[in-house]
């Protein structure tokens, strides 16, 4: 989408810019490989997991800690594994360790029909 000329967005604005529900992000920030292999193997299940139940409602970026320490950092994160749940561009949840598939499906999806 071409922004230039474009005036910035005001929440009254009649014309908005309309952004696809893929921009839900959900971060997950997960201890290296190099860390546990079996623990980051079930985290990867479950993130494969969790992208295959929600679909297109969110996109879900695994992130690890030793790769984008930069990204871990910036979001404040210090243990892992980190869930951060983002949507056009703000924070609408956050979690730190792991819940059920089931429980996170749910969470996920509750915080994205609140937004």
Known sequence: MNMVGRKPMKRDDPNPIRIPARSAVLLFFMPSEKAD??????????????????GDTVRILKIDELSHPEVVQSFGITQTPAFVLVRQGLEIWRQIGLASDKGMVSTVAKHLMMD
């Open 37 to 54: 292999r079996q623990k980051r193997a079930s985290f990867i299940a479950l993130a494969d997991s969790l992208q295959h139940t929600l």
